[in-house]
């Protein structure tokens, strides 16, 4: 979905209109960690099966995935 919509032009024209869900999923996959989050937070049984490899070979990425869309930054001082 997120390809798509990228694939009909002006997606930041477009990212205004869409529910927030959606705009946090395009954020994600603009980001790059798309990957992380199905196997994370969208995972299904077979999905969940690829947890061990994947977080071997991507354990920094999985790491930034968290750093920037899951724990939310402290306030500045």
Do not use: C, W
Not at 13 to 31: F, N, R, S, Y
Not at 34 to 49: K, M, Q, S, T, Y
Not at 52 to 59: C, G, N, P
């Amino acid at each position: 979905m997120v390809t798509v919509l990228g694939e009909t032009g002006d997606l930041k024209k477009k990212q205004q209109q869409l529910d927030p869900t959606l705009q946090q999923l395009v954020k994600i996959d603009q980001a790059g960690f798309l990957e992380p989050f199905v196997l994370l937070d969208r995972a299904d049984n077979e999905i969940a099966l690829d947890y061990v490899s994947y977080r071997t070979a991507h354990r920094d990425t999985i790491y930034r995935y968290f750093d920037e869309f899951v724990v939310p930054k402290a306030p500045a001082p």
